[in-house]
């Protein structure tokens, strides 16, 4: 129902009885075929039956109005209900209380249409803002879901801490206890220098066997210095002593061991 | 909706002077606004209201049955109109409505213009105790948030005082005016009704 200042006029002339001729004919045939036309026009005679009752027309809309609208019974129980209605509004005590104040009072003008297209408009931005919070929510999960459940900082050296050969380069060999069957273990292995280069660690058993390799591995960096992360599975690493070999990417792109780090596994 | 397609019924929809629209042609003319029954019934509502409008704006007594006459003369041309005619329903309909017009002048009543039938209402005015009792039962029939929005709608009536009221309600004057005017409507259907039951 919504008009144009310019057409509302034009149903004002209609029910004046302004409207004449050519554009009385394309008015009338306008209103057999449009529906919104029609609630337009019942709305525009209310508000000029009021506004007679009122006394709110101009002199020559009101000499319009008492010489065109003519007093079918229906028009005349209509004159009579907005006599009552305008008598009883004057008579009505303010209930300020009952009318709910909206939020969107706070809106500018434009904010507070109620057009399907700016309604669809802010649906989207709802949809989509729920649909962002939802995914941040499910990346937040995943995220946790990849936080380790243990962090290991292994030390490099190359021979076992406990073995009978054990040489003068021999370090301590790190234990790493794994207290649950399913989850992910992080194995920090400290580097030296604040290069930043990219590496590649390999993860072997004890008797040789190649049991992992990840590349593209970063340095993080902490109080303690800098290190490697190396995130494995704990199914992975069954009661046994390994080794890592980490490997970095030297200037001219191939790599080089840059160390080992020797543990052992003691699980429940 | 026209009755003979709402009611599914078979039978004939009854029109003035004794005059019958058979189904067939009622068939025809919703076949010939819209080969959609749904959207057909709708065009033909429109069609219905926007007749009376015609009618009773030109101070016919009998708006509705001269409505409904010249919805008749159509759809007995209706199957001719769908091999032949070319364009908007509504200007056929609008050249059959001025015919019938000009027919319903030379024989009929015609209501008088308002001025001429002032006197004739009791009072003053168009008060009616009957009317305003009615209308304040149905006033205390709606949400008491609906009459305070009916009572500043009406009180306020300066440009000024309807945007603050618009504001208020988080909403502009258009659709303020529109939903007023849907609280209005349903207002008068309810003392309409309570005035035929005789108060």
């Known amino acids: 129902m919504k008009m144009e200042p310019t057409e509302r006029e034009r149903v004002r002339q209609y029910l004046l009885g302004a409207l004449e001729g050519e554009k009385l004919q394309e008015f009338e045939e306008r209103l057999l075929c449009d529906a919104a036309l029609l609630d337009e026009l019942e709305l525009t005679e209310n508000e000029v039956v009021y506004e007679y009752l009122s006394g709110a027309l101009s002199a020559q809309e009101k000499s319009r109005f008492e010489s065109h609208y003519h007093l079918t019974p229906e028009r005349h129980l209509k004159l009579k209900f907005f006599d009552s209605l305008k008598n009883k509004v004057e008579s009505m005590p303010a209930a300020d209380d009952a009318l709910p104040r909206s939020w969107r009072r706070f809106l500018p003008a434009f904010m507070r249409e109620e057009r399907y297209a700016l309604k669809l408009s802010f649906a989207a931005i709802f949809v989509a803002l729920v649909l962002g919070g939802g995914l941040l929510v499910f990346r937040n999960r995943g995220a946790e879901a990849e936080r380790p459940q243990l962090i290991a900082t292994l030390k490099e050296g190359q021979e076992r801490g406990d073995g009978p050969d054990g040489g003068k380069d021999a370090v301590e060999l790190t234990r790493v206890h794994i207290p649950f069957a399913a989850g992910l273990v992080e194995l920090r292995l400290p580097v030296g220098g604040s290069e930043q280069r990219s590496y590649s660690a390999t993860l072997f058993a004890d008797e040789g066997e190649e049991k992992l390799t990840k590349d593209n591995l970063e340095v993080s960096t902490t109080a303690e210095g800098q290190f490697v992360s190396f995130r494995v599975e704990s199914s992975v690493l069954p009661r046994a002593d390994y080794r890592l070999r980490l490997r970095a990417r030297a200037p001219g792109g191939d790599f080089r061991e840059v160390g080992v780090y020797s543990f052992r596994v003691s699980r429940e | ?199």
């Open chain 2, 1 to 199: 909706m026209p009755r003979a397609v709402k009611t599914q019924s078979p039978g004939r929809l009854h029109m003035s002077g004794d005059r019958e629209l058979k189904q067939e042609a009622l068939d025809e003319l919703l076949n010939w606004l819209d080969p959609d029954r749904e959207r057909a019934a709708s065009k033909y509502e429109i069609v219905r209201r926007a007749l009376i409008i015609f009618f009773t704006n030109r101070g016919c007594a009998a708006a509705e049955d001269l409505a409904d006459e010249t919805i008749n003369r159509v759809a007995l041309k209706a199957r001719e109109l769908q091999e032949k005619f070319v364009g908007e329903p509504g200007k056929f309909f609008h050249g059959v409505a001025r015919n019938v017009h000009l027919e319903h002048m030379r024989s009929q009543q015609k209501f008088v213009p308002l001025h001429d039938n002032l006197s004739a209402i009791a009072g003053p005015g168009p008060y009616d105790e009957t009317v305003y009792e009615c209308l304040e039962r149905c006033l205390q029939a709606l949400d008491p948030a609906q009459s305070e929005l009916v009572r500043r709608y009406y009180h306020e009536t300066r440009a000024a005082q309807r945007e603050t009221l618009a504001k208020e309600l988080g909403t502009n004057v258009g659709n303020l005016r529109v939903r007023v005017f849907r609280l209005v409507k349903h207002l008068y259907a309810c003392v309409k009704k309570c005035v035929g039951r005789g108060g």
